[in-house]
């Protein structure tokens, strides 16, 4: 049988690693993931309690609205002035989303079809890649390099900036959509406003759509602080973002997430959802307008906790001569294959150091063109448990040098 979305996937290449580690842990062996990226922080209790209380309301137990009820659109407008100094019209400039991922996904719906082009970065999470493709689009994957300095000298920021405009004056027919995600996932690279004014100016130029996904709004370290696209004068113009709880507020599983930006774009998405759902459910709504209007401070302390698994497990590779560059955003460290074990690809090495190291980490070669030559971490377990991980790693890497 024929499924013409779905024939042309690739394998599912974290797949491979789950199932090894499942398989380690029927053998009775202490795995320690660091592969998903599955918060496992806990929700504020403040939201939990009010979610206990609005679930016992069975006036709650009916349909919702497709684009969040009124109170949860005004709570994420409320957020965007709050942090971002941005105003945002809680009725033409917001939606909520089942999360980011559906949103994204259904918002390549309406804006790209057969015939499109989407500009990507290459690598990315894999739903920045496969949306415009089940939209029917085609993707032009641009190499993004980082975190650090390219070997010009340039942030790597502008090393992508760079790489965008030569896809751009390549590429045939021109390109509909840009997506961005910035703190980046899988890479850490990060950029300024400056940056994003320079792709606002360039989209307004070139009549493009931005899709800039902050999913790691909060999650930064030393100081760097990510902007939203929206906080460029006359970003709404050419621009939408995708906020979510997932990560902020630790509420993954919640799936709780917003567009919000240029009206035109937002209604159509709106219009579309209006088909396809109900909402997320409405007690879930209520809770997530209690987490942002009175947990505020919540992202902080989520925050302190990854930069301190950040530090743990950085500080510990560099020790046992796997050099990392710690990164500034995200919850993940993009890390190099060390050259000794580079030739293998990321695939196996990443299943080398389930086998023999018993830690589980994504080979980047998941994330598309350009991520083979890494794997990524995620700082999903405490910092004791890292220590661990990189007591293992160091037994089982016998070919690194120490620092």
């Known amino acids: 049988m024929e499924f013409r979305r779905i024939n042309g996937l690739p394998p599912y290449v974290f797949a491979t690693i789950n199932d090894l580690k499942a398989s380690a842990r029927r053998e009775g062996r202490d795995v320690i993931d660091l592969g998903f990226g599955n918060p496992d922080l806990p929700s504020p209790d403040v939201a939990v309690e009010k979610l206990a209380e609005a679930v016992h309301n069975p006036r709650n137990h009916r349909y919702s609205a497709s684009r969040g009820i009124p109170k949860i659109r005004q709570a994420i407008s409320d957020l965007y002035l709050r942090k971002f100094g941005v105003a945002i019209d809680p009725d033409l400039e917001v939606v909520t989303t089942i999360g980011a991922k559906e949103g994204l996904s259904h918002l390549m719906w309406v804006l790209v ?147 919000v930006g240029n009206a035109t774009i937002v209604q159509a998405l709106t219009k579309l959802k209006s088909y396809l759902d109900y909402g997320t459910f409405q007690p879930i709504q209520i809770a997530a307008i209690v987490a942002m209007n009175e947990a505020p401070d919540y992202p902080k302390a989520v925050n302190e906790c990854y930069q301190a698994r950040r530090d743990a497990l950085c500080d510990g590779l560099n020790r046992i001569g796997w050099e990392i560059s710690p990164p500034r955003g995200t919850m993940f460290v993009w890390a190099p294959i060390p050259e000794p074990y580079r030739e293998m690809g990321s695939l196996e090495f990443a299943k080398f150091l389930v086998n023999e190291a018993n830690v589980a980490t994504s080979p980047g070669v998941g994330f598309g063109p350009g991520g083979d030559g890494h794997v990524r971490f995620a700082l999903i377990e405490n910092e004791k448990r890292i220590g661990q991980g990189v007591r293992s790693l160091r037994r089982a890497l016998t070919r690194l040098t120490p620092a």
Not at 179 to 187: A, E, G, K, Q
Request: net charge negative.
């Open 113 to 259: 079809g057969p015939g499109d082009t989407a500009l990507v970065p290459s690598p990315s999470y894999p739903i920045h890649i496969y949306a415009p493709l089940f939209a029917g689009a085609d993707v032009r994957h641009v190499r993004l390099d980082g975190p650090g300095e390219d070997a010009d000298g340039q942030s790597p920021g502008a090393a992508f900036f760079d790489n965008l405009m030569e896809a751009w004056e390549s590429a045939w027919p021109k390109p509909r959509v840009i997506v961005l995600s910035f703190p980046h996932n899988p890479t850490t690279e990060c950029v300024d406003l400056e940056w994003m004014t320079r792709i606002v100016a360039f989209a307004k130029e070139h009549d493009i759509v931005l899709v800039h996904d902050f999913a790691y709004a909060d999650i930064a370290f030393d100081g760097y602080t990510p902007p939203s696209i929206l906080q460029v004068p006359g970003a709404k113009d050419v621009a939408v973002e995708l906020y979510t709880l997932t990560k902020s507020f630790s509420m993954a599983g919640w799936r709780v997430g917003f567009m």
